[in-house]
């Protein structure tokens, strides 16, 4: 029996999704309170990984078990044996032919930011952080450059290892509420480090470091050396994929309800 599984996380502990020889990923944990709950191994396979210190709001996986529990008891099951930053939010069967990964639609991410003279505190590895002022109209005509299918290889990683570089970015939202920006990415998929490479160079635009133009030029260089450096992963939310409605996999988590 195929099941899928929502799963949210912190992701400041560990070293990202996938599985390391160290067994200090997200992906070790929940493999480990999964086999522990069914009491033989069971193996994940995500609809996206994540790097190290970045969250997951909605992170679909699935799982082939032969074992016969209701969906309630592998969501309240499974989190008796998880640390305290991850969660299994929802559990339901689904069709032989569904895969996480390959039947996603697309993936949205989300990147928090708190505009302040002074650093974050509480939020301290919940959020990025600029200590400059932005321009909202700047940021949102240079996203509007980056909108459409295009090779992003600027914004690509070395270590990146997607078979192309060329993705349908379908929107970037830009939105304030008080010190808090909140830039909503959702794509065909993203390449590695992809939304953070984006993101330093929204804030250079909006910074005034440079002209919102400056993007285009970015994109059309091809060139990871032309586009800003890295941006840190603390307030990067992997939201969630999305699939056909046949498939019935939920959207949306209480989780997602705390985000500004």
């Given at each position: 029996m195929r099941l899928a599984l929502g799963v949210s996380y912190r992701g400041q502990a560990y070293q990202g999704w996938q599985s390391q020889p160290s067994g200090k990923t997200v992906q070790d944990r929940l493999e480990a309170a999964l086999t522990a709950f069914a009491d033989r191994p069971v193996a994940t396979l995500c609809a996206g990984r994540t790097d190290a210190g970045v969250h997951a709001l909605n992170q679909v996986v699935h799982i082939d078990v032969d074992v016969e529990?209701?969906?309630f008891s592998w969501v309240r099951g499974t989190n008796r044996y998880l640390?305290?930053?991850?969660?299994v939010q929802w559990c339901q069967p689904v069709a032989d032919g569904f895969h996480a990964r390959n039947s996603a639609h697309g993936r949205r991410y989300a990147y928090l930011l708190l505009e302040s003279p002074v650093r974050p505190a509480l939020e301290s590895g919940a959020?990025?952080?600029s200590f400059r002022p932005l321009d909202a109209r700047a940021m949102e005509a240079a996203a509007s450059l980056l909108v459409g299918e295009h090779d992003f290889s600027a914004f690509r990683s070395a270590e990146c290892q997607a078979a192309?570089?060329?993705k349908l970015l379908r929107t970037i939202a830009i939105h304030r509420r008080g010190a808090y920006w909140r830039f909503e990415f959702d794509a065909s998929a993203f390449l590695h480090h992809m939304v953070r490479n984006i993101?330093?160079?929204l804030l250079a635009v909006g910074s005034g470091s440079r002209p919102p133009g400056w993007m285009a030029e970015v994109l059309a260089s091809k060139d990871r050396a032309q586009a800003a450096p890295t941006f840190a992963p603390d307030g990067l939310y992997f939201v969630g994929p999305y699939y056909d409605a046949a498939?019935?996999?939920p959207q949306h988590t209480p989780a997602m309800d705390w985000l500004p």
């Amino acid at each position: 029996m195929r099941l899928a599984l929502g799963v949210s996380y912190r992701g400041q502990a560990y070293q990202g999704w996938q599985s390391q020889p160290s067994g200090k990923t997200v992906q070790d944990r929940l493999e480990a309170a999964l086999t522990a709950f069914a009491d033989r191994p069971v193996a994940t396979l995500c609809a996206g990984r994540t790097d190290a210190g970045v969250h997951a709001l909605n992170q679909v996986v699935h799982i082939d078990v032969d074992v016969e529990r209701e969906p309630f008891s592998w969501v309240r099951g499974t989190n008796r044996y998880l640390p305290h930053d991850i969660a299994v939010q929802w559990c339901q069967p689904v069709a032989d032919g569904f895969h996480a990964r390959n039947s996603a639609h697309g993936r949205r991410y989300a990147y928090l930011l708190l505009e302040s003279p002074v650093r974050p505190a509480l939020e301290s590895g919940a959020v990025g952080w600029s200590f400059r002022p932005l321009d909202a109209r700047a940021m949102e005509a240079a996203a509007s450059l980056l909108v459409g299918e295009h090779d992003f290889s600027a914004f690509r990683s070395a270590e990146c290892q997607a078979a192309s570089p060329v993705k349908l970015l379908r929107t970037i939202a830009i939105h304030r509420r008080g010190a808090y920006w909140r830039f909503e990415f959702d794509a065909s998929a993203f390449l590695h480090h992809m939304v953070r490479n984006i993101m330093g160079c929204l804030l250079a635009v909006g910074s005034g470091s440079r002209p919102p133009g400056w993007m285009a030029e970015v994109l059309a260089s091809k060139d990871r050396a032309q586009a800003a450096p890295t941006f840190a992963p603390d307030g990067l939310y992997f939201v969630g994929p999305y699939y056909d409605a046949a498939h019935a996999i939920p959207q949306h988590t209480p989780a997602m309800d705390w985000l500004p």
